[in-house]
């Protein structure tokens, strides 16, 4: 008899029916709230870094550009997993779902044995190759090298929420996410500046404290997967390798990764784009991405929800559960971004008050953020069914759209439209928008189309 408990917190739920809106709400809150928990570390690591100077800190951000990539590459893989995982869990194939977390564990030991080669070997080069100052490239080096080395530890992290939330429980990895951070806030400091009995390792510390909590969390969640504290209780039985199942799961990967890589790299050429109009232009441009970019969890959250829900709905055969688990939640999230557009158009100052106060770059980011209003109409469309997507396994499709419309259309629009108009530097801004809501329109049309429900993976 499954007990009330278990029906709580989703261990023993069967996603695949009842209410599809309490479904995903249910499912998707801790997602959210994982979310906001990662894009927390390198808050912490600078908060304490910045302390030790300008060198420390411009090596610390200059080092965290390549680690986000190999961060990206990671993260591309585990969709990979989360699509089948998915998949298996709704058809009942439990043996199936294991067979892919066997395999997933192979991919991720290969994975954090080539970042540590490239972190032990290669972080100088990288960041010579960067033309960025000898004391940058000193310190950023040090973070760089214990990051990649680690990401052993980061890796497993994220493979054991990749598989606990496919299988339905986001809950267990959003605990485990909220225990290795809290470590992670405290022993930062303790290790970056020497305090009681730690030594004072600098940028070092830093860079470590996150890798040994992260370790901590790694463990930890193993530990639930193969003791069944979880959905999905992982065996070693007839583990064998299966390079079919590794390839599906590269597979699905890779055109994921190279989305998040392009997006990267995209950041980076926008910024080029920005410097000729000035240090507030560059500033403004800066919290406006992170204001967005705070603005983006809720939609990565229901997302990542909405594509485990359909994967398990498209495992069960019910294609059209599946398809309106992926609309309600872009209604959901169009209707907090109407909310968030209306206090942006209102009190757009007041909200960048909080980040920076100086009258220039208060205005011009003002400004970006209610030009921005028109993206946020589309986000729902775009960042909803572009993660929706990724997670049932159609991974193809979200990076052509990416490519496609920042390279062609993004890019060629931010270089000429400041000249050709009287627009300046909101003329890039205006680019990035239009950008946005051609993406999204795609989006809308593919997903209308249902070919992604008859997708092999």
Avoid at 317 to 346: C, D, H, N, Y
Avoid at 439 to 454: G, L
């Amino acid at each position: 008899m499954i007990s009330n408990r278990n029906k709580k917190t989703g261990l023993e739920r069967d996603w695949t029916k009842g209410s599809i809106t309490r479904n995903l709400l249910a499912i998707s809150w801790p997602m959210i709230v994982s979310s906001l928990l990662m894009h927390l570390g390198p808050i912490v690591d600078m908060i304490w870094v910045g302390r030790l100077g300008a060198a420390s800190v411009a090596g610390v951000g200059v080092a965290s550009i390549a680690v986000q990539v190999a961060g990206s590459v990671r993260m591309g893989l585990q969709t990979g997993t989360r699509a089948l995982v998915a998949r298996c869990v709704g058809a009942g194939d439990k043996e199936g779902a294991n067979h892919v977390a066997q395999q997933t564990f192979v991919v991720t030991v290969a994975f954090a044995i080539l970042m540590a080669v490239i972190g032990i070997f290669f972080a100088e080069s990288i960041l010579r190759a960067l033309r960025v100052q000898g004391d940058v490239v000193t310190t950023g080096a040090q973070y760089m090298r214990v990051q990649l080395v680690g990401m052993v530890a980061m890796s497993f992290t994220m493979m054991n929420q990749s598989i606990m939330q496919a299988s339905g429980d986001s809950l267990t990895p959003m605990k485990i996410d909220l225990v290795y951070r809290i470590l992670h806030l405290i022993l930062c400091p303790f290790l970056v500046f020497g305090w009681w009995i730690f030594p004072r390792l600098g940028v070092s510390g830093a860079a470590l404290s996150s890798v040994i909590t992260q370790g901590i969390g790694g463990s930890l969640g193993l530990w639930i997967l193969y003791s069944g504290g979880t959905r999905l209780r992982l065996t070693l039985r007839n583990f064998h390798l299966d390079w079919k199942t590794i390839w599906r799961i590269v597979r699905i990967g890779i055109p994921a990764s190279a989305t998040g890589m392009q997006r990267n790299l995209g950041q980076l050429v926008l910024v080029g784009f920005v410097i000729p109009f000035g240090t507030f232009a560059v500033a403004a441009h800066t919290l406006t991405q992170r204001i967005d970019g705070f603005l983006h969890m809720p939609a990565s959250g229901l997302g990542q929800g909405a594509g485990v829900l359909a994967g398990q709905n498209l495992g069960a055969g019910q294609p059209q559960r599946a398809e309106k688990t992926g609309w309600i939640a872009v209604i959901l999230f169009t209707s907090f971004m109407t909310i968030s557009a209306i206090v942006v158009w209102f009190w757009a100052e007041k909200v960048v008050a909080i980040f920076n106060n100086e009258p220039e770059v208060m205005g011009i980011t003002a400004t970006f953020l209610r030009i921005n209003i028109i993206a946020y109409m589309a986000f729902g469309l775009e960042m909803v069914l572009m993660n929706c997507l990724n997670n049932i396994g159609e991974t193809v499709i979200p990076l052509v759209a990416e490519v496609s419309t920042i390279w062609v259309l993004q890019m060629p629009l931010a270089y000429f439209l400041p000249g050709m108009t009287h627009l300046g530097v909101y003329a890039v801004r205006l680019s990035v928008v239009i950008s946005d809501f051609i993406r999204a329109i795609v989006y809308a049309f593919y997903f209308r189309s249902r070919r992604w429900q008859r997708k092999r993976i």
